[in-house]
Structures are given as C-alpha cells and as structure tokens.
C-alpha cells in the first residue's frame, strides 16, 4: 500500500502561483510514476502532469509552459509548481502514483481555486 498526503492548495488571484506538494508513505519501492490530475465541477478527472522516477515529465497542452512537476525521490515528495494560474485552473487536485506491478494510488486531494 501507498498512502499519498497532498498539500498547498489554496485561494489565489489570476495571474499567481501555488506549489502543491504530494508526500508519498508505505510500499513506495517500485513507484515508477507520480503525477497530478484535477477535477473542476461538473467535468471529469484529467490528467495534468506526470513525471518518472527518472525525471522525464509530460504536461497536458492546457499547463505546458505554465506549470513544472518535479521530483525529490530522497524525500519521496512530488511537486507542482503552478504559475500564471487562470480561473479555469480552479479544481481538485489529486496526486497519484503508479508501481511497476501496475498498482495505482491516489491521494484525497487538495482544492485550488483562482479568482478573476
């Protein structure tokens, strides 16, 4: 088992940034990704980062170039650094980590919500 606790959401004006933090606890040898994914009201889970143990990240087209996910495998923490946030940024955030034998974990989530 992997437990996921996230942190960092919040209330913030267009325009700011927040830097979510998911720390990871259990079974986490053999935790090959971690990432973020978000919820708005009333629309379904997307994804929004991911990155490997390796360091390798991939970002969904709506937060390339806005957003970094980042990784400190000594402390078995991923980050999301979210800057220029927008109002449409506004959601859950959910932290997740996939092992290599195919089991999957989510955090509860952390609400992040921009004002215009």
């Known amino acids: 088992q992997v437990q996921l606790v996230e942190s960092g959401g919040g209330l913030v004006q267009a325009g700011g940034s927040l830097r979510l933090s998911c720390a990871a606890s259990g079974s986490i040898f053999g935790i090959a990704l971690m990432g973020w994914h978000r919820q708005a009201p009333g629309k379904q889970r997307e994804l929004v980062a991911i990155?490997?143990?390796?360091?390798?990240?991939n970002y969904s087209d709506s937060v390339k170039g806005r957003f970094t996910i980042s990784r400190d495998n000594a402390k078995n923490t991923v980050y999301l650094q979210m800057d220029s946030l927008k109002p449409e940024d506004t959601a859950v955030y959910y932290c997740?980590?996939?092992?290599?034998?195919?089991?999957?974990?989510w955090g509860k989530g952390t609400l992040v919500t921009v004002s215009s």
């Open positions: 997740n980590a996939l092992q290599l034998n195919g089991m999957g974990y």
């Open positions: 990155i490997t143990r390796g360091g390798y990240a």
